[in-house]
């Protein structure tokens, strides 16, 4: 169940610098830890995150197993043109996530 | 003369409201005071707070049906949550029938199994946590208000000696941090007054959301001292203590704690 918090404007000036901001629930399990019988637990870490705007892509990042749980990430974007920001979290165990934020450029 | 005898007046006046001001003056400080700005801004922010992903979370176990009954929180309380605006601030109580006082999490595990007949949620789960989040945050910016209920004034009094006994390989008690030294270091940190004012509150060291007697645990652990089994009675009785040294302080929850 994706349980995601986004922080953006929805409207912006062309050419304005926006900051697009984005908390994600994960564990972040790094799997170096031991659990309590002793054996390790699965790494489950969210690998990748990208921004597209209007399906070009804006930003991205790969995330390691140091990043903390619930990790934030906060990034600057030139608004162009009105469109969709879409927001995408890919990891272990299959984690997928994309949610849609839209922006209207004046 | 007159003139003299008005300035004298006057004097004596702005004395007395100095005197009035500065009685009526708390010096009690929230945990919040004692962090960085940063860290201020991160809790004020509803989107950057990661106590809201739990609030999140909690808004929809409100409304998801559960247990034999079949009945969600919202059956009876409402869709808004709004019903639970200042609950927060007057737990732990005792609850109708019972003769012992209970806090939010055990109150929402009553609600489960009398009214949702449903199995209680395990202390420190994800779901117990999201829902006492949710309950408390509808108090957010409130001030703490426990009840005056006589039958709670023993309980109090036994947190109280609990406060103030000393035990552990280190000999300390709570009041020995948090009274005495409280504002002063340990080890590079503040010792805050320990004011409980943003429970269940999400905690960098966690890495989650956790409750007040998690929190009380840490401190038993910390002064290696034998922590209570979460079902124990100690903790309450703590609680209630605390809820009443912070009283008329504002609720934060879910506040964040470095």
Known sequence: MANV???APKTARRGEIIEIKALILHPMETGFRPGTNGSIIARNIIERFTATW?????????????IAANPFVSFFAVATDSGTVSLRWSGD???QVEESIAITVE | MMRL?????????????LALAQGGIDKRRSGYQDMGPSLQKMQDDGTANPGMLFVQLGAQAWATPA??????CVDCHGASGATMKGVALRYPAIPEGADTPADLEARINLCRTANQKAAPLPPESRELLSLSAYVAHQSRGQPI??????RLAPFRERGAALWAARQGQLNLSCAACHDDNAGKKLAGVTIPEAHPTGYPVYRLEWQTLGSLKRRLRN?????????Y?????EYVMLELFLMERARGMAFEAPAVRP
Not at chain 2, 10 to 17: H, T
Not at chain 2, 219 to 227: F, K, M, Q, T
Not at chain 2, 229 to 233: L, R, V
């Open chain 1, 5 to 7: 918090l986004i922080n």
């Open chain 1, 54 to 66: 209007n399906g070009d892509e804006i930003f991205r990042i790969d995330l390691s197993p140091a």
């Open chain 1, 93 to 95: 165990e299959g984690f």
């Open chain 2, 5 to 17: 005898r008005i300035g004298l007046c006057l004097a004596s006046v702005f004395v007395a409201s």
């Open chain 2, 67 to 72: 247990g034999a009954a079949n009945k969600a």
């Open chain 2, 145 to 150: 208000a426990p009840p005056d209920d006589p």
């Open chain 2, 219 to 227: 401190c038993l652990v910390g002064i290696r001292a034998e922590s």
């Open chain 2, 229 to 233: 089994a979460y079902d124990s009675p």
